[in-house]
Nanobody, 120 residues
C-alpha cells in the first residue's frame, strides 16, 4: 500500500507564509504527478498546484504567491505559500499518481489533509 503523510499546516496571519510537505511511502515503483488540492469552508475541493517532471501547474488564484516543488529522491512534494489571503484557508490535501510495480499503471493516492487557518 501507499501512504501520503502531510505536514506544515497551521495558523497564519494574512500576508504570512507557510510551507506544506507531503511524503509518499510504501510500495512505490514510480510516481508521476504530485500535487495539492484544497477545500475551504462550504467550498468544493479545488486544484491548487501540481508538478510532473519539470512542469508545474497552478490555479489562477495562487499564481505568483505559491510555489510547488518536489524531491524525487524523497518522494516528497512541497508547497511554499506566501502572501496568504483569508480565502486560502482550508484543508489542503496532497495527492500522488503512483505505480506500485512495473506495468501496474498509475492510480491516485491521497493524504489525510492538513488544516491551514487564517487570522487577521
Amino acid at each position: 500500500q501507499v501512504q501520503l503523510v502531510e505536514s506544515g499546516g497551521g495558523l497564519v496571519q494574512t500576508g504570512g507564509s507557510l510551507r506544506l510537505s507531503c511524503t509518499a511511502a510504501g510500495s512505490i515503483f514510480s510516481i508521476n504527478v504530485m500535487g495539492w488540492y484544497r477545500q475551504g469552508p462550504g467550498k468544493q475541493r479545488e486544484l491548487v498546484a501540481s508538478i510532473s517532471g519539470g512542469s508545474t501547474n497552478y490555479a489562477d488564484s495562487v499564481k505568483g504567491r505559491f510555489t510547488i516543488s518536489r524531491d524525487n529522491a524523497k518522494n516528497t512534494v512541497y508547497l511554499q505559500m506566501n502572501s496568504l489571503k483569508p480565502e486560502d484557508a482550508g484543508v489542503y490535501y496532497c495527492y500522488a499518481d503512483v505505480a506500485i510495480y512495473s506495468g501496474s499503471g498509475f492510480r491516485a493516492y491521497w493524504g489525510q489533509g492538513t488544516q491551514v487557518t487564517g487570522s487577521s
